[in-house]
């Protein structure tokens, strides 16, 4: 959810004002995934580089964060959302941990969207953490056993992966997950992040086709295929 500090900057408003309306994009876009029967929805909102901003920044987060739950966690409740907080805690303070549990608690039996956010998390992390969790337990380290070990092991792997504000990368997130999303980048920053700008990502989406290794013969029954015969 990248640009909510241009979008304040442009504004000549002080960059808090851009994460606070990120909050309100991020509330639309949640509706607009229930709307269209989309069954998991994962946001990058701080990763653990995000740290190295400034303090007053960093303070800012913290504080929109325990807001916005305090504020939208009924909400979500109210409508079938189930939150995941997903990232190391360590750092966090004991407000925001117990805040986090308790949001996650008040959701758990939920089911119309799983609502992933990605908070203090980095891919590397996520890699690294379930590396070692499988080494404590002296459990070998293959895909699989990987695979059960990440911090969202509870969802599929995402099909789609979207970044607003122009950046052509996807900046530590989802590094595992990821490996056969298909990507969409988006000139628009977050706050302005609309209904139709999902639908447009959506609408990519669908118009690619998705082989996983396979070719287009294999996907597609009656596909002209190319043998090719080794010497």
Same mark, same amino acid.
């Given at each position: 959810?990248d640009g909510n500090?241009?979008?304040a900057t442009r504004?000549?408003?002080?960059?808090?004002?851009g994460?606070?309306?990120g909050v309100?994009a991020?509330?639309r876009?949640?509706?607009a995934?229930?709307?269209?029967?989309i069954?998991v929805?994962?946001?990058f909102?701080?990763?653990?580089?995000?740290?190295n901003r400034?303090?007053? /920044?960093?303070?800012?987060?913290?504080?929109?964060? =325990? &807001?916005? !739950? *305090?504020r939208e966690?009924p909400s979500?409740?109210?409508?079938?959302?189930?939150?995941h907080f997903?990232?190391e805690?360590?750092?966090?303070?004991d407000?925001?941990k117990?805040?986090?549990?308790?949001?996650?608690?008040?959701t758990a039996?939920n089911s119309?969207?799983v609502?992933?956010?990605?908070?203090?998390?980095?891919?590397r992390?996520?890699i690294?953490?379930a590396?070692?969790?499988l080494s404590?337990?002296g459990e /070998?380290?293959?895909?699989?056993?990987l695979?059960? =070990? &990440?911090? !969202? *092991?509870?969802v599929?792997?995402?099909?789609?992966?979207?970044r607003?504000g122009?950046?052509l990368?996807?900046?530590?997130f989802?590094?595992?997950q990821a490996?056969?999303?298909e990507l969409?980048?988006?000139?628009?920053?977050?706050p302005?992040?609309?209904?139709a700008?999902?639908?447009?990502?959506i609408?990519?989406?669908a118009s690619?086709e998705r082989?996983?290794g396979k070719?287009?013969?294999?996907i597609r029954p009656?596909?002209p295929?190319t043998?090719?015969?080794?010497?």
């Open positions: 959810m500090g241009r979008w504004r000549f408003l002080p960059r808090i004002a994460h606070q309306q309100g991020l509330n876009c949640v509706q995934c229930m709307a269209r029967g069954g929805l994962t946001v909102a701080f990763s653990s580089e995000n740290w400034p303090a007053e /920044e960093v303070s800012g987060l913290m504080e929109l964060l =325990a &807001l916005s !739950l *305090a966690v979500l409740k109210a409508n079938g959302v189930q939150l997903v990232g805690r360590q750092q966090l303070s407000k925001v117990a805040g986090l549990a308790q949001a996650e608690a008040a039996e119309r969207l609502f992933n956010v990605c908070f203090n998390y980095g891919g992390w996520d690294a953490q590396a070692r969790k404590a337990g /070998e380290i293959t895909e699989m056993a695979d059960r =070990a &990440l911090a !969202l *092991a509870h599929p792997d995402p099909d789609l992966l979207i607003t122009g950046e990368r996807i900046s530590n989802l590094l595992w490996a056969y999303s969409h980048f988006s000139d628009k920053l977050w302005d992040f609309d209904d700008a999902l639908d447009e990502a609408a990519v989406y690619r082989r996983f070719t287009s013969g294999q009656g596909t295929q043998t090719v015969k080794a010497a």
